[in-house]
């Protein structure tokens, strides 16, 4: 028999019957080659493998070590192996019911785009998109044309992922390409699980995967040889699966997939040749010196004819068709690793990089290779048929790659990891070389439910097959994870379980959590911990330094509240909208609806979660990283944040308003993962509210236990976050969120939350009860674990006290809320099960002199010095030369030149210099024994005049100290002479070493009851000179009055604040009666809860009330309601740091003066206990003499006022102007811009003198002078100062502002504010064609006059809108658009300008139907103009005076009037529509006035009015009489406003509360049209539509009143804001005269 030489491979054969290896095939037949001496032959069917000088390694001669280990390894493939290919049942689910893409048929197609939700990593390159081509392969950048690629060989130019890389083609029909992104939960599992399969010591866990297909595809033929066409077709697929740091690439070819190999190149000229596909991976061109290029690392699978065929029938992976291989990594990785199973690939492929090595191409032989034993001996050596055996513990595992009678299963009904591989034993005295066996994933299916069929594929050994006592194969489980070795990895409320393959942790009944983390059901959770990072808002970074973090979550119905502390000011405006730091908890704790589970039963208290946001507009990212540290001693969860990144800047004192949104997790093998859009707004008083978005994607990893039958955690959950509060206190730089949390199944839980209280959360239940649903309605409450009560009101059960614990010796037990701790007494420790405590042997940590011994005894030690040193064990030396103890040292220490001091204690030491036991006070006469160290032993002192006791005869051994002698005696040494520094808390213990249950303070006189610990026992304490508590009477639960007393003495030391104010309770701890604050003398009658009763309080000195009397109280004030809402508006019913709580007289009026607290600011209230406008001081200044009565307030004041009012403290709002006046209210002649640094002179009125404004750094004009000039403020110049006022005061400096010469002309550059994006105008603003430019250099543009090319034009002309029955008239700022409609539809192909008007700013618009006019206000040039629409008509200016702020116009064609509003001076006023009768119908009582509208046919006149403290809609007849408001409740920006003639009803759009709603101008019929608008500005009703303007989208909306949906939108190709609306008509509507 031949055997290979050392170091070449011996070759199995391939399977060729459903027989194992570890099978004797029957014998050959006479004369068959190969046989010999008539012994059977056998042969292999597993799958494939090389074998490398194994015969040297188990020191066995070639020839019996070749067949032996040939032999064992094939036994022991025959337990674990499949050998048969995968069939096309087994592929990954695709096809368009799967929601696969298809490739377009063709030669040569490539796929659009697939935009990965974050970078996949090809070796250790990022890529955000992947490509599938038709010629059978992925890649990571668009494909060149095939003919660059298809015939050449790896590498190539660009990074491919190559199943099978040949000339395919799919034209006619010839087969079909699939492929899709996934986050599938099933299909990720799956993946999972193969990767685990191949490489069971990955970390891996998929977030996405890229499934590609290709079935039934055939190989490109010439259309010459179409006749002759093979008919041959290819099915294999890809799978690409990555997570955010490592990919894999799955390769699967079914059985009888691979039909051709190869195919022939386009230009073959008539010569028969054919090129193999190749299969493998390329990195494509990588830079080299920067601007070179070479080849990148690649790797070749197959590349030949054979090895291509092979394909199908062996793999990596144990199944023959599945190949897996790790492909990229995020850091430093450039070779493909492929899986390799139980050893089958012992040479694994090579990377190449640029050069083709021989060890790129894995090879496998399949020519068969025949041997025999030497002899019978060998045979049964390696096992028989007949040799007795024991049956391993898989031996009868039966492994399927999803066979036709295993149903083709996406999950796996368990995960199991098989024992390593079997060690191969040798002789004794021979030397073992063998690679340690790694463990193995393998996924356990359910089990056959129907026979093999005929020539079945599945591999099995009997116990026949291989003898286990042969001492060749060994089998150990001595590695196995029990519950006998790591129970103390279970919470003690948690039992543990043993399985097959490991253990578990369960939570106990009462208790829920992961097993690792048990908490009490249904009690409140606290959390705690630290927040950490830089967060920047705009370009200002802000640290966050380890700031505190507390939430507090109420299981019985979802309510997770966070807070975070020391947020810096700036960035705590601004993470008000990053509520996904709070929202994590809310998932932990959230309210559980049927078949769902909140994320702590799952995580358990150690966890990790990653989350991304990104906000829109803006792009700012934000990443959230927040770790679970486990359970603190208090059982709080224990969470550290970390936070880096962007936020939007949001302005002080803006509220930040999140909506309600649902999100769905989806959960696989250890990481539950979400994403979702949210939207929020940011709104400050007085102004709209901005809308933003942000998008989050976050991952939640957590540790999970596999082994045992847990309840499988569903695929998908709905988290349902109700409401969303968010708030920044900025006195106490607090950051709060507030959520309400459900989770249930994904879809609508409406249903069920109907069913039932506990689901809806609204049920009267304790906060520490849980609610248990009963049917229909009913439920019931029953306290948490850990509390005891009705279930309306439970209390905490002491475990404690009542001998309830779990804790054995040498533990104290520490009551916790709803449960208890054991912590192990001084010198002990928790044993390796975590339930009892073990004495510290301190001796381990060799705490001695190196020349000393340490003796260890229970809970302490001892160090003695060996014989011939001397010492006290920490510090011994020699005899010899021995230096003074430390008897003698303290001892000389006291005695000052010779002389000992007056009264002081003098130590006595023997010859050897070590205390003398009996130690005597020569002054006092007390004497004591010691130890060794001079300490005082327990009960020997012995007063002066009394025998001492005799210390040498004391043979009691000595006990170790207890905690509370060591507490006393680390006090009693502060001093030289043994005694404690005056006025120090001594602890007293009882003769065995306990603290006495009463304490005393000797100095103070209080006394106090302590637990075992000498923890003091909360409510005992009391001061000196009354009777102290009996401390051996249990405890009664806390009342309230006691837990308002101690929650204000929370110093150390027991004593409050000073000037804080204590409640006095009496010994039942009730309020008594009468209460008084120590510190200001004020005294005031309590009712039983502890609330003041009114019209009680005296001074300090005055004559108190009887509080004893049972006058019936008198009903409480508005006041007194006011201030007792705030003051129970903190925990515990407290009023909350800093808030404001106002001040009522002995009556319950209000104080006329209020004052601030925390702030220091003062103010005037009315008797309603409104602030009077213009009464605000500031802390330090006089305040203001709130009996005065106050003047009405000057225009000035008024101005001044109305932007002060943007938050409470009357602070400006960032980039607002704010006038000064001067001490009269009078505008001051010189008004500079704060933020802008702008100065200018106003007149009287406050209005800008035209030329007198200076940029910031000029020297302002003197504006006490004359005008210099006369001269009317310029189009240039308007436009300009209403930009600015338009931008806030303060514009960014990418917007635009005209640039205006001295003398008030246009200059002949404009630019956009710093940008270098420029062109030139002509003298009236008007840009010129063709002269735009980006370069640094700016256009060449002449002065004074326009270019020769454009025709100077002196007014604008109308361009009238085609000839339609009915035209949308739209404002966008400098230009009137016309939009004609179509029946109902926007006509935008037919949309033109109507009017351009530079330098305008268009807001309001009408049309007059009678002259065929258009009207419009002029923000910029404050004006009200008008044009008639006919061609080449030209504007006509009606009112130019008195005008600020001009926006809403409405225009009676009956009556020939014009209405307007004026949002500056609050006024509406009306006139002819030429512009005379000019007349005021209301000034008073309007806030912000916006929209108007005129009804012709009833006289009626509607506006409203956005006033953000009290908006409302209000009518009167057009000439101003019966005054009343339509509608204010619920409203909240109405903007828009229209009239439906149809209805008679009155109808407006609210860009507060989005909706789109109409009334009756009665107030009745109330109904909303639609409620998802986003900012509507104006709106028009016409022919049962409503067209609106949107500020969002900046185009026109329509909405279908009986539908009430969108039907159709019209974005102008220019984007800016569009104002104004209006409907034109070629004739006269009805109703409108």
Not at 1 to 27: F, I, Y
Not at 349 to 355: Q, S
Not at 470 to 494: D, H, L, M, P, W
Not at 979 to 990: E, H, K, M, N, R
Request: aromatic content about 8%.
């Amino acid at each position: 028999m031949l055997l290979p030489a050392p170091g070449r491979s011996v070759s199995l054969s391939p399977p060729v019957t459903n027989q194992c290896a570890a099978k004797l095939l029957p014998p050959a037949p006479a004369g068959a080659a190969g046989s010999r001496r008539g012994s059977p032959p056998f042969r292999c069917s597993a799958l494939r493998v090389r074998l490398f000088v194994l015969p040297e390694l188990l020191g066995l001669p070639m020839d019996r070590g070749a067949m032996l280990t040939a032999a064992l390894l094939c036994c022991w493939s025959c337990t674990v192996c499949v050998v048969t290919a995968i069939r096309r049942t087994d592929l990954f689910p695709f096809g368009d019911l799967n929601g696969d893409l298809i490739l377009p048929e063709g030669d040569d197609e490539t796929s659009r785009a697939l935009t990965l939700p974050r970078p996949f990593y090809f070796f250790d390159s990022p890529f955000s998109q992947l490509y599938v081509a038709t010629n059978g392969i992925v890649s990571a950048q668009d494909l060149p044309m095939e003919k660059q690629y298809v015939d050449d060989g790896l590498p190539t130019d660009f990074p491919v992922v190559a199943p099978f890389l040949a000339d395919i083609d799919t034209s006619g029909g010839r087969g079909n390409i699939y492929y899709r992104l996934t986050e599938t939960p099933s299909v990720l599992n799956r993946f999972a699980q193969e990767v685990h399969r191949g490489f069971p010591d990955a970390k891996f866990t998929p977030t996405h995967a890229v499934v590609a297909t290709w079935e039934n595809v055939a190989a490109y033929e010439e259309q010459a040889r179409a006749t002759g066409a093979t008919n041959k077709v290819n099915t294999f697929q890809t799978v690409i699966g990555y997570d955010e740091t490592d990919s894999y690439v799955l390769f699967l070819y079914p059985e009888d997939g691979l039909n051709f190999f190869g195919t022939r190149p386009k230009e073959s000229y008539n010569v028969e040749i054919e090129f193999p596909a190749r299969v493998g991976f390329s990195r494509g061109e990588v830079s080299f010196f920067i601007i070179s290029k070479t080849d990148g690392p690649f790797y070749s699978v197959a590349q030949d004819e054979n090895s291509v065929k092979r394909l199908s029938q062996v793999g990596n992976t144990g199944v023959p068709g599945v190949w897996l291989f790790h492909t990229g990594k995020r850091f430093s990785f450039q070779e493909i690793i492929p899986a390799s199973i139980g050893g089958l690939l012992a040479v694994p492929p090579t990377a190449g990089y640029g050069l083709y090595l021989d060890t790129t191409t894995p090879e496998y032989e399949f020519d068969d290779y025949n041997f025999e034993p030497e002899s019978q001996e060998e045979v049964d050596a390696a096992g028989s048929p007949d040799s007795p055996n024991t049956r391993s513990e898989d031996s009868d595992r039966q492994l399927s790659y999803n066979r036709e009678d295993v149903p083709l299963t996406l999950e796996p009904v368990e995960r199991q990891y098989a024992p390593p591989g079997f060690p191969l034993t040798v002789p004794e005295g021979r030397t073992q070389r063998v690679e340690e066996q790694q463990p193995q994933v393998v996924d356990v299916y359910p089990p056959l439910r129907n026979p093999p069929p005929s020539g079945g594929h599945v591999v099995s050994v009997d116990e026949e097959d291989v003898d286990f006592d042969t001492g060749v194969i060994q089998y150990t489980t001595e590695n196995k994870e029990t519950c006998a070795r790591f129970q103390q990895q279970c919470s003690q409320n948690a039992f543990c379980s043993d399985y097959a393959t490991g253990f578990c942790c369960h939570c106990r009944p009462g208790f829920y959590g992961n097993g690792r983390h048990c908490l009490p059901d249904g009690a409140p959770q606290r959390v705690s911990g630290k927040v950490s990072g830089t967060v920047t808002v705009g370009s200002t970074p802000v640290e966050l330094n380890n700031i505190d973090l507390h939430a507090y979550i109420v299981v019985g119905d979802g309510r997770a509240y966070t807070a975070i502390s020391e947020v810096p000011e700036p960035v705590g405006w601004a993470m008000m909208s990053v509520s996904p730091v709070g929202e994590l908890f809310g998932w932990l704790f959230a309210l559980e609806l049927p078949n769902s589970q909140a994320g702590f039963k799952i995580t358990g208290a150690e966890f990790s979660r990653h989350a991304e946001v990104v906000f829109s507009p803006g792009n700012q990212r934000l990443s959230i990283t927040q770790t679970g540290r486990g359970l603190d001693e208090h059982n709080h969860l224990s969470v550290d944040t970390v936070i880096n990144g962007n936020v939007p800047f949001v302005p002080p004192g803006a509220e930040v308003t999140m909506k309600p949104f649902k999100e769905t997790y989806q959960y696989y093998p250890s990481v539950a993962t979400s994403s979702s859009v949210r939207e929020f707004s940011v709104g400050l008083p007085e102004k709209a509210s901005e809308s933003y978005t942000f998008h989050l994607k976050q991952n939640i990893t957590y540790r999970d236990c596999r082994h045992g039958n847990q309840a499988a955690t569903p695929e998908t959950l709905q988290i349902n976050m109700e409401r969303v509060f968010v708030m920044y206190v900025k006195e106490e730089r607090i950051l709060r969120y507030a959520i309400t949390n459900k989770i249930s199944p994904v879809g609508d839980s409406s249903e069920v939350e109907l069913l039932n209280p506990c689901y809806a959360g609204n049920h009267d239940c304790d906060t520490t009860a849980q609610c248990i649903p009963l049917e229909g309605q009913a439920f019931r409450c029953q306290c948490a674990t850990g509390y005891r009560g009705d279930g309306q009101n439970c209390y905490d059960i002491d475990e404690c006290a009542e001998g309830l614990s779990s804790c054995g010796d040498y533990s104290q037990c520490l009551n916790l809320p709803g449960t208890h701790r054991c912590q192990c007494q001084s010198g002990f420790e928790l044993g390796y099960e975590s339930r009892t405590c073990v004495d510290i042997d301190e001796c381990m940590s060799s705490p001695c002199h190196i020349s000393a011994i340490c003796v260890n005894a229970q809970a302490s030690f001892q160090c003695q010095c060996l014989p011939g040193f001397y010492g006290d064990g920490f510090n011994c030396s020699p005899q010899a030369d021995r230096l003074r103890s430390q008897c003698e040292q303290h001892r000389d220490s006291l005695q000052s030149g010779g002389q000992p001091s007056v009264g002081a204690y003098i130590p006595q030491c023997d010859s050897d210099g070590q205390y003398r036991p009996r130690q005597c006070h020569g002054s006092t006469g007390h004497c004591w024994c010691v130890d060794s160290r001079g300490q005082e032993k327990p009960e020997t002192r012995t007063p002066p005049g009394t025998a001492p006791l005799a210390c040498d005869s004391l043979d009691k051994p000595e006990r170790p100290k207890t905690q509370c002698e060591r507490h006393r005696d680390r006090i009693q040494t502060s001093s030289p002479d043994g005694f404690p520094l005056a006025g120090a808390y001594v602890p007293q213990c009882d003769e065995n070493g306990q603290y006495r249950q009463l304490q005393c303070h000797s100095s103070t006189g209080y006394c106090w009851c302590v637990d075992s610990l000498g923890e003091e026992r909360p409510g005992t304490r009391t001061p000196p000179g009354t009777p102290p508590t009996d401390c051996d009477k249990p405890e009664r639960p806390k009342t309230h009055c006691e837990h308002h007393r101690d929650s204000v003495q929370t110093s150390s030391d027991g004593f409050p604040p000073p000037g804080a104010y204590i409640p006095q309770c009496d010994q039942n701890g009730l309020y008594l009666p009468e209460q008084c604050h120590g510190s200001t003398g004020h005294c005031w009658c309590v009712n039983s809860s502890g609330q003041e009763r009114a019209g009680t309080r005296t001074g300090p000195g005055s004559p108190r009330v009887d509080c004893r009397t049972d006058q019936p109280e008198r009903p409480k004030t508005p006041c007194e309601h006011h201030k007792e809402r705030v003051q129970a508006s903190g925990s515990r019913e407290y009023p909350v740091a800093g808030a404001y709580v106002p001040q009522c007289d002995a009556d319950g009026q209000y104080i006329p003066l209020q004052c601030h607290s925390s702030t220091g600011y003062c103010w005037c209230v009315n008797e309603d206990g409104q602030e009077r406008a213009g009464t605000r001081t500031p802390p330090g200044a006089q305040p203001r003499d709130c009996v005065k009565p106050v003047a009405p307030k000057t225009p000035c004041e008024e101005q001044r006022d109305r932007a002060q009012a943007s938050i409470q403290e009357r602070y400006p709002v960032a980039g607002v102007f704010v006038p000064r006046c001067d001490a009269q209210g009078q505008f001051v002649p010189q008004q500079c811009h704060g933020s802008t640094g702008h100065c200018w002179c106003v007149d009287s009125s406050g209005q800008e003198r035209a030329g007198t404004r200076t940029a910031p750094g000029a020297s302002p004009v003197d504006c006490r002078k004359p005008a210099p000039t006369n001269r009317a403020e310029s189009v240039c110049e308007r436009w300009r100062a209403s930009l600015i006022e338009h931008y806030g005061g303060n514009p960014d400096p990418q917007q635009y502002l005209p640039q205006c010469e001295p003398d008030g002309e246009f200059s002949p550059v404009q630019c956009y504010g710093e940008s270098t994006y420029c062109w030139c105008v002509d003298q009236e603003g008007r840009e010129v064609d063709g002269t735009r430019s980006h370069d640094a250099v700016k256009p060449a543009c002449l002065p004074s006059v326009a270019p020769p090319i454009v025709r100077p034009i002196t007014r604008p002309d109308v361009t009238p809108p085609a000839k339609t029955a009915v035209t949308l008239l739209y404002a966008q700022g400098q230009k009137i658009g016309a939009l004609p409609l179509n029946g109902s539809r926007l006509d935008a192909e037919r949309s033109k300008t109507l009017l351009t008007l530079h330098g305008s700013i268009v807001v309001g618009i009408a049309y007059d139907c009678k002259e065929n006019k258009v009207y419009w206000t002029d923000l910029s040039a404050r004006t009200i103009n008008r044009a008639s629409m006919a061609s080449g008509a030209e504007p006509e200016t009606l009112i130019n005076t008195n005008l600020v702020s001009p926006e809403g116009l409405a225009l009676d064609a009956k009556r020939r009037l014009m209405f307007w509003v004026d949002s500056n001076t609050d006024v509406i006023e009306s006139a002819s529509l030429d512009g005379s009768r000019r007349r005021t119908l209301f000034d008073s009582d309007l806030v912000n006035p916006r929209a108007i509208v005129v009804v012709s046919s009833t006289g009626s006149l509607y506006w409203t009015d956005w006033n953000r403290e009290a908006p409302k809609i209000e009518t009167s007849t057009v000439d101003g009489q019966g005054r009343r408001v339509v509608v204010s409740d619920g409203v909240g920006l109405p903007n828009a406003l229209t009239y439906d003639l149809s209805s008679g009803q009155i109808c407006w759009g609210d860009a507060g509360t989005k909706r789109l709603e109409c009334i009756s101008p009665n107030g009745s019929g109330r109904r909303v049209i639609n409620s998802d608008l986003n900012y509507p500005f104006s709106m028009v009703y016409h022919s049962n539509h409503f067209y609106f303007s949107d500020w969002r989208r900046d185009g026109v909306i329509a909405v279908d009143k009986v539908s009430s949906k969108f039907t159709d939108e019209y974005l102008p190709e220019q984007r800016s804001h569009l104002y104004g609306i209006t409907i034109a008509t070629t004739h006269c509507l009805p109703g409108s005269l």
